[in-house]
Antibody
Framework: QVQLQESGPGLVKPSETLSLTCVVS?????????WGWIRQPPGKGLEWVGS???????YYRPSLESRLTMSLDTSKNQFSLNLNSVTAADTAAYYC??????????????WGQGILVTVSS | DIQMTQSPSALSASVGDRVTITCRAS??????LAWYQQKPGEAPKLLIYQASTLQSGVPSRFSGSGSGTEFTLTINGLQPDDFATYYCQQYNSYSVTFGHGTKVQVK
């Protein structure tokens, strides 16, 4: 059973860096697949943030590309997100998920429970 | 970016009803479309991928259809557990995008 668990601070100050980690269990990231972050502002819809292939290739939401860095560590079976210069608009529940390629790039079949990150001083 | 437009944004229905949700893509996406269900306070759950393939464990009352730019999610015989918000997601490009969601609420 594939499981994902997000961790990180629940409160980040404006202009600082939001850092989250997703630990994957029950599945080796070395087997392949994409690993993504999706966020959801309070009361709003889902917004794809970015994805990273197991080889390290990254895909970022265009509007976040200048502030976003994703990385992965297959030896620890985890991947990470760093979003700098945050503002209140970055307040959201952040989900990590596994992306499965089936011909088209990927859809997300397993999700973490999500972590609420609030940007406030 | 490929924009995904869902309609309606909300609907009211009763147990046993047939419910249809539409998702339109701004560009051709073949059949690279997934549907998710999300309940309050929970992570989204994958229902359908490749526009019409049911994810393992998902009840057969859920079905998907369409290709190109227009897609539908149908729930035949709505159950109490189905009141939730539904999202489509295109994966024709590596910059995937979600629809804005359709909330299915009790009539």
């Amino acid at each position: 059973q594939v499981q994902l668990q997000e961790s990180g601070p629940g409160l980040v100050k404006p202009s600082e860096t939001l850092s989250l980690t997703c630990v994957v269990s029950g599945y080796s990231m070395r087997r392949g697949d994409y690993w993504g972050w999706i966020r959801q502002p309070p009361g709003k819809g889902l917004e794809w943030v970015g994805s990273i292939y197991y080889s390290g290739t990254t895909y970022y939401r265009p509007s976040l590309e200048s502030r976003l860095t994703m990385s992965l560590d297959t030896s620890k079976n985890q991947f990470s997100l760093n979003l700098n210069s945050v503002t209140a608009a970055d307040t959201a529940a952040y989900y990590c998920a596994r992306g499965i390629k089936d011909g088209g790039p990927y859809y997300f079949d397993y999700w973490g429970q999500g972590i609420l990150v609030t940007v406030s001083s | 970016d490929i924009q995904m437009t869902q309609s309606p944004s909300a609907l009211s229905a009763s147990v046993g009803d047939r419910v249809t949700i539409t998702c339109r893509a701004s560009h051709l996406i073949s059949n690279w479309l997934a549907w998710y269900q999300q309940k309050p306070g929970e992570a989204p759950k994958l229902l359908i991928y490749q526009a019409s393939t049911l994810q393992s464990g998902v009840p057969s009352r859920f079905s998907g259809s369409g290709s190109g730019t227009e897609f539908t999610l149908t729930i035949n015989g709505l159950q109490p557990d189905d009141f939730a918000t539904y999202y489509c997601q295109q994966y024709n490009s590596y910059s995937v995008t979600f629809g804005h969601g359709t909330k299915v609420q009790v009539k």
